[in-house]
């Protein structure tokens, strides 16, 4: 007998309004049922995986979708916390952004962003992209016990 797949929870650290209604669309169509957690810059971020305030009941997600360039604490200073932090360092990070620069490639995964995409201009293939990242960190990789989404089709 198969157990039911869990909702994979999923945090979108996004300060744009457009980006996050279209990573929510593209969300709803993936294969694995998603709850997504969005918070609009690095210091909510930060305080959601910490569990800390407004986010003291809040899920450790499964998956953090992360863009770079947002106010008061950008993408790059969350991403060296949270893997510089032994509770959260587990959860991939994927850099969801519209930097294409070098230098921001080679920087996130220096600090060991598990991914690091650029978001394309195009709608259809934005949601492509989100299926693409979904699909593969809730399908197809397997995460350490207590962070990442667990099967439960074995």
Do not use: C, W
């Not at 945090?11 to 209604?21: A, S, Y």
């Not at 569990?51 to 809040?58: L, N």
């Not at 492509?128 to 399908?139: K, L, M, P």
Request: net charge negative; no cysteine.
């Amino acid at each position: 007998m198969t157990s039911p797949t869990p909702d994979v929870q999923i945090l979108l650290v996004e300060d744009d309004p457009g980006d996050v209604l279209l990573t929510r669309e593209a969300l709803e169509g993936a294969s694995t049922p998603s709850t997504v957690h969005v918070v609009g810059d690095g210091v909510e971020a930060m305080a959601f995986l910490r569990k800390e305030g407004q986010y003291a009941a809040a899920p450790t997600p499964d998956l953090v979708l992360l863009d770079l360039n947002m106010p008061r604490m950008d993408g790059r200073e969350v991403l060296a916390a949270v893997k510089a932090d032994a509770t959260l360092r587990t959860i991939p990070v994927v850099v969801l952004t519209t930097s294409g620069a070098e230098d921001d490639v080679v920087r996130s995964y220096s600090l060991y962003a598990n991914a690091y995409v650029t978001k394309p201009l195009d709608f259809d293939d934005f949601g492509e992209v989100v299926r693409h990242i979904d699909d593969f960190f809730t399908g197809v990789a397997r995460a350490p016990r207590g962070t990442g989404p667990q099967r439960h089709d074995a």
